[in-house]
């Protein structure tokens, strides 16, 4: 039951013809990336590159890639979590509880790994050099793991028991980093910093080790958001339907012993250095910040290993697939995280943590109609103290008795609901000097930034134009109105000229050039951005646009805004000004000459024929 390595995972898929095996060289060096993005977009299969460039170990490419063939890989164990789900068992009750296994029977006994004295982990050993260095976008600062596991355990309470396994990139080449160091990028929320902050304490290194393949358990496992108190190495055992065979390695941690390699070491006390910059999950460079240095000792690798990779750039990519496959198995579970929400939906297409959907429910005073949000508000503010949905900077929250039949998944139809009930007077809710997304650069300063919450309850309060009208007058400056989605107008303004954290003085001309009684309020929502005609060609253009390009303090303004009490709203339009600012890093863009090199591997006789 479940794939015990990758070499299982290999195998199985190329018998079902869901991977295809690549013979001609391929270059590491932006190639190898460009082939997985293309694939990935067209729905394609796995891709092994038998020949790497400069590298002795093959690559694999879009082992996630869609996400039928990610419910394959779990396909024996995802009903089993899905049903415990449902009925409400919390894995790391589960976990402590073992001895009585809950109901869980055979599933609960997976939650144990199983200590091995060796294990083909730790067969070969290699160096930073010979691994593959991949690299994905033109302006990357170095070689990149995409797919590690990032493995370290509590100093005051060693062993996997208290472990955490995440999901942080790992820099391995280029930089100011020397040929045993590795630059280590954790972000806000994360639990190695809960470890690293206690050895620190302590005044010594924190053992790290990174894995890389092993079963495809693995990956998922390290990107769950598990309750507190369930170790992700656990956890990946009961995700690959057997007990976790494991080894020792020599900085005092344990490693699984079917990875296909291990990175070990330890995190240098008190020394960072420039990580970056590096594509990101945005759709936008992250740029080089100072990072943990790990200090890397041994690199071991099994027999035949095999280096999983990834692209990471503008959603929707491969791990679009982890964030989907983690909803359908937890999203039984989402009414009892916070009381009386009955759905959320963190935006892939706007890069997750930029845009958060919610419907909840109002419950406060029945007795009296049309009251206006009140309990939506209150989960809002829990929504916002749940690890990692902490970090949403807009958070949209609707009442589910105004549109029972809504599905969150519907993003036209959810601003429709929004939009067409929202009072700009009285429903926008702002936090001022807050914590943002570590890769959002719209902020204030690195990981610092404003978050607003926007909540709509009640009757339809307005009609959504979905044509511009014809005596539509605009300021000097704004031009080429479109209408991107109902009650949704996009103007082009010029290039943005500003400074950082303070609305743009265009912004607010444009604002101010309008009464509440014009008829461009008819729209509630106004964005303004750089290309109009982009930014309304698709709600996906829309959503990502808007949402990574404005912090919600400095770039929202309104038609006839006022303050009172601290309370900020406005009797017009609200307007959003998503311009690319000169202080955001810059869009990731495909080089030129390697997308004309895999456009000839995908032509008739070429190795990429068929799937590209």
């Keep these: ?53 400069g590298c002795a170990f093959p690559m694999l490419a879009n082992l996630f890639g869609t996400l039928e063939r990610a419910r394959y890989l779990f396909r024996d164990t995802l009903p089993a979590i899905e049903r415990l789900v449902e009925l409400k068992v919390d894995p790391g009750v589960a976990f402590r509880e073992i001895g009585a296994s809950l109901g869980l029977g055979r599933h609960a006994w997976h939650l144990l790994p199983k200590s091995a004295k060796s294990g083909p982990l730790l067969q070969n ?220 939906h963190a935006v892939d297409v706007a890069g997750v943590h930029p845009l958060l959907l919610a419907v909840g429910s109002e419950r406060y005073l029945p007795y009296i109609e049309n009251a206006g949000p009140q309990e939506l508000l209150t989960q809002a503010n829990a929504l916002l103290g749940q690890g990692q949905l902490s970090l949403a900077k807009y958070l949209l929250i609707v009442n589910e008795a105004d549109q029972p039949e809504l599905d969150i998944h519907d993003i036209g139809e959810f601003l429709k609901s929004l939009l067409s009930r929202i009072d700009w007077r009285r429903d926008l809710h702002f936090q001022t000097c807050t914590t943002i997304d570590t890769l959002d650069y719209s902020g204030s300063a690195l990981n610092a930034g404003s978050k607003v919450v926007m909540a709509a309850s009640g009757p339809v309060r307005r009609s959504l134009p979905t044509e511009i009208p014809g005596t539509l007058s605009l300021p000097t400056g704004f031009s080429k109105p479109q209408v991107a989605t109902p009650g949704v107008l996009i103007l082009q303004g010029e290039s943005w000229q500003g400074e950082r954290g303070v609305s743009a003085t265009d912004l607010i001309a444009f604002c101010r050039s309008y009464t509440q009684d014009d008829e461009i309020n008819d729209f509630p929502l106004i964005v303004i951005v750089d290309d109009a005609e982009f930014s309304a060609r698709n709600l996906q253009n829309l959503l990502w646009v808007t949402f990574t390009r404005s912090a919600p303090a400095s770039d929202i303004e309104g038609i006839e805004s006022f303050s009172h009490v601290k309370h900020w709203g406005c009797r017009g339009s609200l307007v959003i000004d998503a311009r690319q600012k000169s202080f955001h890093a810059p869009p990731l863009e495909d080089d030129l000459d390697i997308e004309r090199r895999v456009d000839a591997l995908g032509a008739a006789g070429g190795a990429l024929h068929g799937l590209n």
């Design 1 to 53: 039951m479940g794939f015990r390595n990758l070499q299982e995972t290999v195998s199985s898929l190329e018998r079902d013809g869901q991977l295809c095996r690549i013979e001609v060289e391929i270059d590491p060096y932006l190639e190898a990336g460009a082939i997985q993005r293309r694939v990935y977009a067209n729905g394609g299969p796995a891709l092994l590159f038998s020949r790497v460039k």
């Design 125 to 344: 050993t290699t160096t930073l050099a010979q691994l593959p260095q991949l690299v994905s976008w033109p302006e990357d600062g170095g070689a990149f793991v995409t797919l590690p596991k990032v493995y370290t355990e509590a100093p005051d309470k060693p062993g996997w028991r208290g472990s955490n396994l995440g999901m942080y990139r790992v820099q391995i080449s280029g930089g100011e980093y020397a040929s045993d160091e590795a630059g280590l990028h954790y972000q806000l929320h994360r639990g190695i910093g809960v470890h690293h902050a206690a050895a620190l304490k302590k005044g010594q290194p924190l053992p790290v080790n990174v894995f890389v393949g092993g079963p495809p358990s693995l990956a998922l496992a390290a990107v769950m958001p598990l309750p507190e108190g369930m170790p992700e190495l656990a956890f990946a055992g009961l995700l690959g339907g057997h007990r976790l065979p494991v080894v020792k390695t020599p900085n005092g941690l344990l490693a699984p012993a079917e990875a296909d390699f291990c990175l070990s070491g330890h995190i240098i006390p008190g020394q960072t250095r420039p990580e970056g910059p590096f594509g990101d999950h945005l759709g936008y460079y992250s740029l080089a910040h100072d990072f943990p240095v790990m200090k890397v000792t041994h690199i071991f690798h099994r027999p035949g290993a095999i280096w999983p990779f990834t692209t990471v750039g503008r959603p929707p990519q491969e791990d679009t697939t982890f964030g989907t496959l983690i909803h359908e198995m937890t999203g039984a579970a989402i009414p009892d995280l916070v009381p009386g929400v009955q759905a959320i």
